[in-house]
């Protein structure tokens, strides 16, 4: 086996699978399917629009589907409709496909679906598993104070980000990096891992390494009220929180019931110094012209 002939579908939705399949296209590994989440409204009009994965396979002429859910994609997967969608192949069957690469998808899906390639389903998750399984690695490792964090890819099974460990590559965190800075670092460092990795599969070179699961650690879905901020908290802790949530929700405080989003601080002298701040309503403004208004 080798690029050429690894038949493989593509999961994921948003920019990091966009960006992920950009490395892959650049290294000549092209999926034969791409499956992404169903357009949904977006914008201050709310109009439909289609996922950057999406828009990446309709550039890259690849069949995509865009199932509803498990059970409506094992039933296009099981019916006629397949053999149109990927351009009037077989129905999809266990030795069609040899893997699936799930980035980012947004569900979780059936053990039925991650086995049906013939080598299972693989990963990448921005953690060092087992540490910091679940929705929001990046996000935990900033908040948290890490100064290491990393990038694996991971056989998948039914169980969130549990399964066995294929490749491992750690990184040191900038004491002053947020999470977009430090996602487009690992956005390349997986999509790197990733071409390796696959070089491995296509050789049968892929060693196996069980997670320890007393060491696994979780991380929730972040909600946008995880964004507010005691001022008179720890310094680093504000500051950690500031650096996490930049890009979402934010934080922010309220003054006179109005939410004061927090747009540029810094930690200097063991001080959380705000610099701007986006009064609600309003236009961004220097935190010392916001405090002599208020």
């Keep these: 086996m080798n690029k050429k002939n690894l038949n493989f579908i593509f999961f994921g939705t948003p920019d990091v699978a966009s960006e992920t399949l950009e490395i892959l296209k650049q290294n000549g590994y092209l999926p034969k399917l791409i499956i992404t989440s169903p357009d949904a409204k977006s914008g201050r009009g709310l109009q439909?629009?289609?996922?950057?994965?999406?828009?990446?396979?309709?550039?890259?002429?690849?069949?995509?589907?865009?199932?509803?859910?498990?059970?409506?994609l094992l039933s296009v997967f099981s019916?006629?409709?397949?053999?149109?969608?990927?351009?009037?192949?077989?129905?999809?069957?266990?030795?069609?496909?040899?893997?699936?690469?799930?980035?980012?998808?947004?569900?979780?899906?059936?053990e039925e679906i991650l086995n049906m390639p013939k080598l299972g389903s693989i990963n990448i998750h921005y953690s060092l598993l087992p540490k910091y399984r679940g929705a929001s690695p990046l996000e935990s490792t900033i908040l948290n104070g890490d100064t290491e964090t990393g990038v694996t890819i991971q056989k998948m099974k039914l169980k969130m980000d549990s399964g066995p460990i294929i490749a491992v590559e750690k990184v040191a965190i900038y004491p002053t990096e947020k999470?977009?800075?430090?996602?487009?670092?690992?956005?390349?460092?997986?999509?790197?891992?990733?071409?390796?990795?696959l070089e491995k599969i296509t050789k049968g070179k892929i060693k196996l390494i069980q997670q320890n699961e007393k060491e696994a650690t979780f991380c929730k879905k972040i909600k946008k009220e995880d964004g507010l901020i005691?001022?008179?908290?720890?310094?680093?802790?504000?500051?950690?929180?500031?650096?996490a949530y930049f890009s979402w929700p934010r934080t922010f405080?309220?003054?006179?019931?109005?939410?004061?989003?927090?747009?540029?601080?810094?930690?200097?002298?063991?001080?959380?110094?705000?610099?701007?701040?986006?009064?609600?309503?309003?236009?961004e403004i220097l935190w010392e012209e916001f405090k002599k208004q208020n």
């Design 253 to 283: 405080f309220f003054q006179k019931e109005k939410r004061i989003i927090i747009t540029d601080a810094i930690l200097e002298n063991g001080e959380f110094i705000i610099k701007k701040v986006l009064p609600e309503g309003k236009k």
């Design 48 to 72: 439909m629009q289609s996922s950057t994965v999406a828009i990446f396979a309709e550039k890259n002429n690849i069949s995509c589907l865009k199932p509803e859910n498990n059970t409506e």
């Design 79 to 110: 019916s006629k409709e397949l053999s149109l969608a990927v351009r009037n192949e077989k129905k999809l069957k266990k030795v069609l496909y040899d893997l699936s690469i799930v980035v980012a998808y947004g569900k979780i899906l059936s």
């Design 230 to 243: 005691n001022l008179n908290d720890n310094a680093i802790k504000n500051y950690n929180k500031f650096r």
């Design 179 to 197: 999470t977009p800075e430090l996602k487009n670092r690992l956005i390349k460092i997986g999509g790197e891992l990733l071409i390796q990795t």
